[in-house]
């Protein structure tokens, strides 16, 4: 019997590789880079890494299942086998000497005023990072109001070198530098503007973040001085902005994005945070404020929504026992919440970096002559 062997070259392989599109950066796997270790075996086995630029993608197994059907689709293939990976893309100048290197992209998450959710969005996003298997730190930068501590429910106590450097505890994964280490309980923290944006300067640069895909700035609330400051001397890669859906706190939510374009930091989108109630008793969703605050503000400053998250009393409860509700409980609406707008904002990363037009390469980060006040920890 004769066979007609059929000869599968790479080309072929690529060529039909090249009919999947990343939606959101609008070009196909291969020209991306994704599609690396191709190789072809006599039998027609087709294996390849498709190396995306998240592990967060919220695409990710469409785009693989995509990439299967392609390369099975071309003559002669008998068995694909596709290895999903990632690397995580970077803000530039990052190896460039600049501050916080090793860190990949750094995430403030602002809002306008307090009490809207910044720190429980922040923690949780950390986490739904970190169990997409990102690596992940948290700066707390609010001096005064530190909540990363108990929200992550971190024990430990930072270490320090013989040369001052600060070495973060780690819970659930996640790097966690905050005042509330610093400080004791009782103690309040009453320091003047220069005092606190030297500080947090300190947490930029004594302390040892070592590699990490995403650090997420808990940002002090509102656009006063400190916060503008302190967005002109962390290196920033873009910003997510919390609000509520009530409309004065969307006033505020301008500022907050005014503040950012004023430094020139690209705003990665807006989170609607405690959109409805959830309720325990019934699990009917109530909208207590008017709905879609969030969405109309950021349709009206041109910025991507990234999405709503619930008001759910779990998420409060979780927060306050050190046990965020993207550990405790991913499938609830909140937890879900949490674990979509993460993907989005690493999707908005990616499309950052892809475009090549972070400002961040114009800055020039110079720190302010302030007194040196080094970091101690508590004895
Ligand atoms: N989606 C939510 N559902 C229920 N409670 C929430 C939610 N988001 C935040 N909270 C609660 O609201 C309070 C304020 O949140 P917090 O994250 O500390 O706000 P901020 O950092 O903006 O001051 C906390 O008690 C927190 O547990
Ligand atoms: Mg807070």
């Keep these: 019997m004769y066979f007609l062997k059929l000869m599968i070259t790479e080309e072929s392989i690529l060529q039909s590789l090249r009919s999947v599109q990343d939606p959101d950066l609008h070009k196909d796997i291969v020209s991306l880079g994704f599609v690396q270790n191709l190789a072809i075996t006599s039998q027609g086995a087709v294996d390849f890494d498709l ?15 995509s990439a299967v059907a392609a390369v099975k689709s071309v003559a002669g293939v008998t068995a694909v086998d596709v290895r999903l990976s990632a690397k995580v893309t970077s803000r530039p100048g990052m190896d460039k000497g ?9 995430i403030a998450v602002a809002s306008g005023k307090g009490g809207v959710g910044k720190s429980t969005v922040t923690a949780n996003l950390a986490c739904a990072l970190v169990r997409q298997g990102a690596r992940v730190g948290i700066l707390d930068a609010d001096i005064y109001g530190p909540s990363q501590g108990m929200m992550l429910g971190v024990t430990e106590e930072p270490e320090m070198d013989s040369e001052k450097r600060v070495y973060p505890p ?3 994964r996640i790097k966690v530098i905050s005042m509330s280490m ?11 503007g220069p005092m606190v944006s030297q500080m ?34 962390a290196p920033i890669t873009g910003a997510v902005i919390v609000t509520t859906p009530q409309d004065v706190a969307l006033m505020d939510v301008k500022r907050g994005i005014k503040m950012f374009e004023k430094v020139s930091v690209p705003v990665l ?3 609607e945070n405690m959109s409805g109630f959830i309720c325990d ?7 207590i404020f008017r709905k879609d605050g969030g969405l109309r503000i950021a349709r009206s400053m041109g910025l991507p929504f990234l999405g709503t998250v619930p008001l759910e009393p779990a998420v409060a409860l979780c927060g306050d026992q050190g046990d965020p509700i993207v550990f405790r409980d991913p499938t609830s609406d909140s937890g879900k919440a ?23 390469t114009e800055f020039n980060y110079t720190w302010s002559e302030l007194p040196e006040m080094v970091l101690e920890t508590k004895s």
């Design 170 to 172: 780690v819970a659930r």
């Design 182 to 192: 610093f400080t004791d309980d009782e103690a309040p923290v009453v320091w003047r």
């Design 51 to 65: 190396v995306l630029t998240t592990p967060a993608c919220p695409v990710k197994d469409i785009l693989r299942d």
């Design 281 to 287: 008793g019934c699990g009917k969703r109530h909208d």
């Design 269 to 271: 989108g807006v989170i």
């Design 98 to 106: 600049q501050l916080l290197q090793g860190v990949k992209n750094v």
């Design 200 to 233: 947090v300067q300190n947490f930029v640069r004594q302390v040892e973040w070592g590699e990490l895909d995403y650090l997420l700035i808990d940002m002090p609330p509102g656009t006063g001085d400190i916060q503008l400051t302190l967005t002109q001397q």
């Design 338 to 360: 949490f674990l979509e707008i993460a993907g989005r904002v690493a999707q908005e990363l990616s499309v950052l970096h892809s475009q090549g037009n972070d400002l961040l």
